[in-house]
C-alpha cells in the first residue's frame, strides 16, 4: 500500500490541513455551506468581504456569464462585522477548519473598525485585506493600485490586528511585485494572488450593461494564466507564503499554482456549479500525487523550471 500522502501546509503561524480554502464571495459565511459540505474537509475559508456597517450591495442583476468567465457587481454587500460576530460567529466555532475573515472599507479607518471588533472575538484565525477598494479620503483611487496607500494600510492594520494579516492585491497594476513588497514590509503575513480582472458585457438588445452596473469583475477559467503569471511574479519577489486564487476547476490547475509558486490556492467561481467543488479537489491533489510519488504536497512549490 502506498503512503498516504501528507497534504498539510503551514502559513506562517496557521496551520491548515490542506492547501485547498474556498475563497471569498463565493461561500458565504460558510455555514451556508454546511449543510452541503463537510466544512472540516477543506483547508479553510474566507468570509463574504466584510465591513463597519451592513452594506445593500448593487443593484441587479449582478452577475453575467461571458466566455471561460463570470463577471460580477455584487457591490460588496454583507451584513457588517457586528451582525457577522452576533449570528455567524457562534455557528462557526463548531468546526475545526480555519475561518479568514476578509476585511474592507473605504477608508484605513474603516477597515480597522473591522479587525478591532474581530480582535474581541472567538472564531477567526486570521484576516484577509480586499485592498481592491476605492479609498474615499484617498481621492476614490483603489488603495491596492498604490504601494504607498498599500503600506499605509498595511501598516495601520498590522497595528490594530493580533492575529495573521493576509493582504489580498489586485490584479489590475502596472506591477505587482512593488505592492506585494510593500504589503510584505509593512507587516503582511502572506499575500493572496489576486482578485478579480475589471470587465464588461453589453447586451446588444437593449444596449445596456449585462450587470446593474456598467462594469464588473471577471474571474473563472478565463483568468488562471492571468493569475497564474502574478503568482509566479509575486512569489518570487517575497518571502512571506503566497495563495493564488483564479480559475481554478481541476486539481492540475492547483497543481499549476503550486508549482508556480503558491502555498495554498483558494477556490471562487467553481463553487457556483458545485458546491462540494473544494473537497473533491482535495481528493483529486491526492490522487494526483499519489500516482506522481510525491509524498509531501509542499514539495511541489516552486519547482517550475526555467
Ligand atoms: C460573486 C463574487 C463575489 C466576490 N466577493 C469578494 C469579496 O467580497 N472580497 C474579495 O476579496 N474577493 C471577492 N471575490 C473574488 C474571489 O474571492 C476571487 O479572488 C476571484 O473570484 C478569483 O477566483 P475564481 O476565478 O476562482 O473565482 C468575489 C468573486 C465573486 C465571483
Redesign the pocket.
Given at each position: 500500500m502506498a503512503q498516504p500522502v501528507d497534504l498539510r501546509v503551514r502559513l506562517g503561524s496557521l496551520d491548515f490541513a490542506n492547501p485547498i480554502l474556498a475563497?471569498?464571495?463565493?461561500f458565504g459565511y460558510g455555514v451556508e455551506f454546511a449543510h452541503l459540505v463537510d466544512l472540516n474537509r477543506l483547508g479553510g475559508f474566507?468570509t463574504?468581504?466584510l465591513s463597519a456597517r451592513p452594506m445593500a450591495g448593487a443593484a441587479a442583476p449582478r452577475?453575467a456569464e461571458t466566455a471561460g468567465g463570470?463577471l460580477?457587481a455584487?457591490g460588496?454587500q454583507n451584513i457588517g462585522v457586528e451582525a457577522f460576530i452576533r449570528e455567524k460567529l457562534p455557528l462557526l466555532r463548531k468546526y475545526r477548519t480555519v475561518v479568514l475573515a476578509?476585511v474592507?472599507g473605504s477608508t484605513p479607518g474603516e477597515y480597522i473598525e473591522v479587525i478591532q471588533a474581530l480582535e474581541r472575538a472567538e472564531g477567526v484565525a486570521g484576516y484577509?485585506l480586499?485592498i481592491?477598494c476605492p479609498n474615499t479620503d484617498g481621492g476614490g483611487r483603489e488603495f491596492g493600485v498604490d504601494p504607498e496607500m498599500t503600506g499605509r494600510l498595511v501598516a495601520q492594520a498590522r497595528k490594530a490586528a493580533k492575529r495573521p494579516l493576509w493582504v489580498?492585491l489586485s490584479p489590475n497594476v502596472t506591477n505587482i511585485v512593488t505592492i506585494a513588497r510593500a504589503a510584505e514590509e509593512s507587516g503582511a503575513d502572506a499575500l493572496t494572488v489576486?482578485?478579480?480582472y475589471p470587465g464588461m458585457a453589453i447586451d446588444i438588445r437593449t444596449r445596456r450593461s449585462h450587470l446593474g452596473r456598467l462594469s464588473g469583475?471577471l474571474?473563472?477559467p478565463a483568468?488562471k494564466p492571468l493569475?497564474l503569471k502574478l503568482v509566479w511574479e509575486t512569489s518570487r519577489a517575497v518571502r512571506i507564503p503566497v495563495i493564488g486564487?483564479?480559475?481554478?476547476e481541476k486539481a492540475e490547475d492547483v497543481v499549476e499554482y503550486l508549482m508556480a509558486g503558491a502555498w495554498a490556492v483558494?477556490?471562487?467561481?467553481?463553487h457556483f456549479v458545485n458546491p462540494a467543488i473544494g473537497i473533491e479537489l482535495v481528493k483529486g491533489i491526492e490522487k494526483l500525487a499519489t500516482v506522481n510519488k510525491v509524498n509531501n504536497i509542499n514539495e511541489l512549490r516552486g519547482v517550475l523550471q526555467t
Open positions: 475563497a471569498s464571495g463565493t474566507v463574504k468581504g452577475l463570470l460580477n455584487v460588496l476578509n474592507f484577509e480586499n481592491s489580498k489576486a482578485n478579480t469583475g474571474s473563472g483568468i493569475t486564487v483564479g480559475g481554478i483558494q477556490v471562487g467561481t467553481a
